[in-house]
């Protein structure tokens, strides 16, 4: 019986470690996802924008010898990410795809002008610096026009920072909902044992004496919990950027790493304090209070 006993028992705290460490795993592994994507936010930001277009709309008298040096002259500046020349027949194709093989028909001669395509640096790219760029070039006497998608910019630059902003709401509460999803866990376990911890403060036992068995447990349950976290993780990110460019330029893979192990260390705190904190109360409760 005393053998079926202590195995009932086993069992039960097998289950209860297993499942704190999943749920602990569970909220290191939203808390990780979101501070990857707050530490990236500049870096989706820069993706974004420098994959964004700006037309230079050259003169229909414009030769193409003059577009091509333009183009070239372009590329040596230092917010200028990529420089393409875009001739007339290129251009033309590109109409055909949006609008049809047949819209030139009405024309006598093609009307699509020669034009320069501009990808910018990400950090060049704000309205204040736009609208110099723009400026500068349309000094230039074969420049006609320059367009590009300004509510976009704004909207881009608008979005990222409210995102950022909720999302880091977001980690502070879920670092309060895992404290006290971890304080729960850590006081049914300790719950358990409180008659054991009460004998050993009734004959002197210095806390740490008492807390260092907890702390031990909590520092590996922590640490299998941010490992678990982090695998998820991980495995989710290289699924996802085998097959995926905008990933990998968007994901600074140092900054992911950090995060992971943060992540580690992040749970092996919660798990720390959360003993600490809820063995210090058990400690020296009443002996009264032992049985509520």
């Known amino acids: 019986m005393k053998s079926n006993s202590k195995i009932i028992v086993r069992r039960r705290l097998i289950r209860s470690y297993v499942t704190s460490v999943i749920s602990i795993a569970l909220v290191l592994l939203l808390v990780a996802s979101a501070v990857i994507f707050v530490a990236n936010a500049r870096n989706i930001s820069r ?5 964004m277009a700006v037309s230079v709309i050259l003169k229909q008298s414009t030769l193409e010898k003059e577009a091509r040096a333009l183009a070239s002259d ?15 027949e290129e251009g033309a194709k590109e109409m055909e795809t949006l609008l049809g093989e047949d819209f030139l028909d009405v024309f006598e001669s093609s009307p699509i002008p020669m034009s320069v395509d ?6 060049a790219i704000t309205t204040d ?13 074969i420049v006609e026009d320059i367009v590009y998608q300004e509510n976009l910019i704004e909207a881009l630059n608008a979005n990222l920072q409210r995102i950022s902003l909720v999302l880091a709401i977001i980690i502070v509460l879920l670092m309060i909902i895992s404290f006290a999803l971890i304080s729960n866990t850590v ?12 004998t050993m403060s009734l004959v002197g036992a210095k806390r740490s004496f008492i807390a260092r068995p907890f702390v031990i447990q909590a520092v590996i349950e922590g640490a299998v919990a941010g490992g678990l976290a982090c695998g998820v993780i991980a495995a989710a990110m290289y699924w996802l950027s085998r097959d995926s460019e905008v990933l990998n330029a968007i994901l600074d893979k140092q900054i992911v790493a950090l ?23 058990v400690a020296y409760i009443s ?3 032992l049985y509520y």
């Open 47 to 51: 993706y974004f924008k420098e994959n």
């Open 74 to 88: 372009l590329a040596k500046k230092d917010y200028v990410k990529e420089s393409r020349f875009i001739s007339k």
């Open 118 to 123: 501009l990808h910018l640096n990400g950090d």
């Open 129 to 141: 610096s736009l609208n110099v760029i723009k400026k500068n070039l349309l000094e230039n006497p």
């Open 187 to 198: 006081r049914l376990n300790i719950y358990a044992r409180r008659f054991t911890i009460h």
């Open 259 to 281: 995060s992971l192990v943060g992540t580690v260390i992040l749970g092996i705190a919660i798990c720390v304090l959360s003993t600490l904190f809820v063995v210090n109360k």
């Open 287 to 289: 002996k009264d209070d």
